[in-house]
């Protein structure tokens, strides 16, 4: 059974940063694609990066060369760093892993707000 648990949201001031964390088991972690998506409130959920088993990363234009996407295969680990935050990045972010038999699996979800 795999399990995705996501930490690390909060509230931040325009600008700011943070780190979210999504920890993975269950699943051969290392096989797999990890991402991220978000969804505001009234709205779909959206993609916003990912990361394929051999670390290539692709990222939604709204959040190019703000947010980072990484893994520790080791640790079972997937991070977004997201740093020069806006307001429209509030959202309940979740982590998603794609099995190699292209089944998602998602996690709770953790909430980020953006304000001031």
């Known amino acids: 059974q795999v399990q995705l648990v996501e930490s690390g949201g909060g509230l931040v001031q325009p600008g700011g940063s943070l780190r979210l964390s999504c920890a993975a088991s269950?699943?051969?972690?290392?096989?797999?694609?990890m991402g991220w998506y978000r969804q505001a409130p009234g709205r779909q959920r959206d993609w916003v990066a990912t990361?394929?088993?051999?670390?290539?990363?692709n990222y939604a234009d709204s959040v190019k060369g703000r947010f980072t996407i990484s893994r520790d295969n080791a640790k079972n680990l997937v991070y977004l760093q997201m740093n020069s935050l806006k307001p429209e990045d509030t959202a309940v972010y979740y982590c998603n892993l794609l099995s190699t038999t292209n089944y998602a699996y998602w996690g709770q979800g953790t909430q980020v707000t953006v304000s001031s």
């Open positions: 269950g699943s051969r972690f290392s096989n797999n694609v």
């Open positions: 990361i394929s088993s051999g670390g290539i990363t």
